[in-house]
């Protein structure tokens, strides 16, 4: 499967941003889906997931709150909803896919993910 990441920008504290996360070769609804991010100088961290139905949705505490994952598997999409944006939110998100055979289950570990799309980058200024 191909993931294709994008909707960042530069925006101010405060403000919004929608990332989404375009998935082709392959129906995502086998996949649990994670958003990641990198920021400067820093390991990636995880910051979001869903599972396959998307029943079970799982945030990094710094986000709960103020991000929502959702997943569309007719449209093969996943975005992630960012409000109340900080400038510790600057990093290039990453989308990434698990293909699990249950499709309630989350994961927060990046190296269990199989696929990985290009970043794009979020820059929040104060």
């Known amino acids: 499967v191909q993931l294709q990441a994008y909707g960042g920008g530069s925006v101010l504290a405060g403000d919004s941003l929608s990332l989404s996360c375009a998935a082709s070769?392959?129906?995502?609804?086998?996949?649990?889906m994670g958003w990641f991010r990198q920021a400067p100088g820093k390991d990636r961290e995880f910051v979001a997931t869903?599972?396959?139905?998307?029943?079970?949705?799982y945030y990094t505490q710094s986000v709960r709150g103020r991000f929502t994952i959702s997943r569309d598997n007719d449209r093969n999409t996943v975005n992630l909803q960012m409000n109340n944006l900080k400038p510790e939110d600057t990093a290039v998100y990453f989308c990434?896919?698990?293909?699990?055979?249950?499709?309630?289950?989350?994961?927060?570990?990046?190296?269990?993910?199989?696929?990985w799309g290009q970043g794009t980058q979020v820059t929040v200024s104060s």
């Open positions: 990434a896919a698990d293909w699990t055979q249950n499709p309630n289950g989350v994961t927060t570990l990046g190296e269990y993910y199989d696929y």
């Open positions: 070769g392959q129906t995502i609804s086998r996949f649990t």
């Open positions: 869903i599972s396959g139905n998307g029943g079970n949705i």
